[in-house]
């Protein structure tokens, strides 16, 4: 008989091969930004992403099977749908920025800033998507220390991200999208005006 925690490793295999995927996709897109010019920033801490999204995944595994946590019921099927919405964030997020979407910051100088679909509401609606997915994917099966630790993690990550992508961005997009709330939808703002020279 298949059990829950089988059930929730083929999930996160299912998510890791995902990972993979948009990577591919990725690449194909980093390629052709660098074709057009395009110069990325904020490789120091790009690795340390990546190491933290990795370990993330093993970590779920890992304390529901060393731990032995049990399926919780209601608030497993809460984080399954939580992380499932999340999902398809990321997708809406990829489809709407087309060939500039990219796991690292790459600037192609005079792409102007994506302002349709999901980043009508957020500056960073991906980044959203994943601080949901760093509590739901691991409270899918009560994996309760994994999400602490890596929402941790990630928020620490998050913090030198957005801010290196927003300045790497420049005074177009403060201009275009500074009005919006960075990760909590909500009431748009006044614009940031950028600073003086």
Known sequence: ???????????????????????????????????????EVGQAHFRAMAL???????ACALEVDALDRPFPGLIGFAALAAALLAQAMR??????????????IIVVPGAAPVSG???RYLRHPNYAAVIVEMVAIPMIHGAWLTALVFSALNAAVLSVRIRAEEAALGP????EMGGLP????????APERPSAP
Request: aromatic share 12%.
């Open 1 to 39: 008989m298949v059990t829950s925690a089988q059930l929730y490793l083929a999930f996160l295999g299912a998510v890791a091969i995902e990972r993979l995927a948009e990577l591919v996709i990725s690449r194909r897109n980093a390629r052709r930004a660098f074709a057009k010019g395009g110069v």
């Open 52 to 58: 933290m999204h990795t370990a993330f995944l093993a």
């Open 182 to 189: 960075r990760l909590v939808p909500g009431r748009r703002a």
């Open 91 to 104: 997708y809406w997020v990829i489809a709407t920025l087309g060939e500039q979407w990219n796991v690292r």
């Open 172 to 175: 177009s997009y403060a201009a």
């Open 117 to 119: 679909g999901p980043y």
